[in-house]
Nanobody, 117 residues
Framework: QVQLVESGGGLVQAGGSLRLSCAAS????????MGWYRQAPGQQRELVAI?????????NYADSVKGRFTISRDNAKNTLYLQMNSLKPDDTAVYYC?????????WGQGTQVTVSS
């Protein structure tokens, strides 16, 4: 069982930065991979970034955020991060943390990110 709690969202001007955090109640070391998704009003939830926890530690990003967002983890703190730079109004959404472990997906409650123009 894994419980995820996101934090770090807020209101920022275009061009600004935010860092989202996702604290896991259980050890994320045993998860297969973790990631960030986002959902804007009236749109489907979309993948933002993922990181492989077991094995390579490789990362993958949506084309829309490549070069601007960075996903990372701190196993000692059981925390996943998403550093978001050069934010755009199109990045406005609720951001969700997810962990996949043993074929089961766990989700946080989401944190709102609003980017003003």
């Amino acid at each position: 069982q894994v419980q995820l709690v996101e934090s770090g969202g807020g209101l920022v001007q275009a061009g600004g930065s935010l860092r989202l955090s996702c604290a896991a109640s259980g050890s994320i070391f045993s998860a297969n991979y973790m990631g960030w998704y986002r959902q804007a009003p009236g749109q489907q939830r979309e993948l933002v970034a993922i990181i492989i926890i077991t094995g390579s530690g490789s990362t993958n990003y949506a084309d829309s955020v490549k070069g601007r967002f960075t996903i990372s983890r701190d196993n000692a703190k059981n925390t996943l991060y998403l550093q978001m730079n050069s934010l755009k109004p199109d990045d406005t959404a609720v951001y969700y943390c997810t962990a996949v472990k043993g074929g089961i997906s766990y989700w946080g409650q989401g944190t709102q990110v609003t980017v003003s123009s």
